[in-house]
């Protein structure tokens, strides 16, 4: 969909920003830009939207070379997410997010129509849609700015940093929403990142860049971990790579029979670990009944520890039973338990997948 052939840009104090990029940006899903800073990541993404120009080569897009379309009337039919928003502080968000509809030729009713749809898309209110960016959180901002990108429906969406200027929370939960966003609509995303755990979270495709815009490798993110192409890729994907492949590792673990009980209920002595349960089978803390009997109550509980959806890679089941006080990870689905697993369990079955 996306097709970069040969393309370097030199800037005209000669620095080199990308050198001789070949890069294949297939339709629909994520594909992320990642490298140390200085790499040539943001060059290479406005290349698509010719707010910068290669100095040779071509980039192509749906076949066709985008220096052969106007700038401006590109530039409006790709959407673009950059750090910080970049809203205008004066407009109002709904007014932010109409910008490109109206630049369109949209009239008001629509465009207002398409950016109330968008807003709501990224999971915000009409009350927050008469307010000034300034009115709202960085992480609401962003999500402005992710509407905006959206509002006129463009096949294309590119993100330069998206998440970078806000906490670690409201990154993950931005990071999710742009992955629902990207499967509802279809669209295809292009991300610029330097963080190559956001890299291997939310790429579909991940092309890592070193120095002067090279392509030190193009792959799916359980295949970077997995064979890194060099060293630069092993020492950028990090020393941990082995562990956090796991992430991507589906075991067939079958989760083992829990004794529950709920909270009042008795528990005979000697019982071992007890998990808690509620009316409707969703975990509530466990009780170690080893040396005491009687009626269960929240006093003898002991927090849970990370819960693993049934169907959970090797690196949440395993967490999920490191991190709980039984040493059995709860697994669960739709919130109620369905059983446990040990960490011993998982690692057995990853030693049958070689
Ligand atoms: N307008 C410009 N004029 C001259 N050099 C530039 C210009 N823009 C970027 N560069 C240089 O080109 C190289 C690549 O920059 P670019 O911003 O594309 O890298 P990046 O990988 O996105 O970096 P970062 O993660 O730090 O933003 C850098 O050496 C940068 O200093």
Not at 232 to 256: C, H, K, N, Q, T
Request: charged fraction near 25%.
């Amino acid at each position: 969909m996306i097709r970069f052939e040969s393309v370097t840009k030199r800037y005209a104090d000669g620095t080199v920003a990308v050198d001789d990029l070949t890069l294949e940006v297939p339709r629909g899903g994520i594909t992320v830009l990642v490298g140390p800073s200085g790499c040539g990541k943001t060059t290479s993404l406005r290349m698509v939207n010719r707010m910068v120009e290669p100095t040779s080569g071509r980039v192509l897009l749906d076949g066709e070379d985008v220096a052969a379309r106007p700038a401006a009337q590109l530039r409006r039919s790709i959407g673009y997410v950059i750090q910080h928003a970049g809203l205008f502080p004066h407009r109002t968000v709904l007014g932010n997010v109409m910008t490109v509809p109206r630049l369109l030729g949209w009239d008001r009713a629509r465009a207002r129509a398409a950016a109330m749809e968008a807003l709501e898309k990224v999971g915000l209110t009409a009350d927050q849609a008469r307010r000034y960016p300034a009115q709202l959180s960085g992480g609401q901002q962003q999500r402005v700015g992710v509407a905006r990108a959206l509002a006129s429906g463009p096949e294309v969406v590119l993100m330069d940093e998206p998440f970078s200027a806000v906490d670690p929370i409201v990154r993950a939960e931005l990071q999710d929403e742009v992955r629902r966003l990207q499967r509802e609509l279809g669209i295809t995303v292009v991300l610029v990142t330097h963080d190559i755990d956001e890299a291997l979270g939310l790429g579909d495709t991940v092309a890592v860049l070193r120095e002067g815009g090279h392509l030190a490798q193009v792959a799916d993110p359980a295949t970077l971990l997995a064979e890194p192409a060099d060293d630069f890729v092993a020492s950028f994907v990090g020393r941990d790579r082995g562990y956090r492949a796991l992430g991507f590792a589906d075991v067939a673990v079958e989760p083992r029979p829990v004794p529950t009980a709920r909270l009042g209920e008795s528990v005979p002595a000697g019982a071992g670990w007890v998990l808690a349960v509620d009316e409707a089978g969703a975990p509530l803390g466990w009780a170690d009944a080893t040396g005491w009997g009687g009626p269960l109550t929240e006093q003898r509980l002991q927090r849970l520890g990370g819960l693993a959806p049934l169907g959970a890679s090797a690196r949440t089941l395993l967490d999920a039973a490191l991190s709980s006080p039984s040493r059995r990870g709860v697994v669960v689905a739709d919130g109620r338990v369905v059983g446990t697993v040990g960490a011993d369990e998982v690692l057995a079955a990853l030693g049958e997948r070689r």
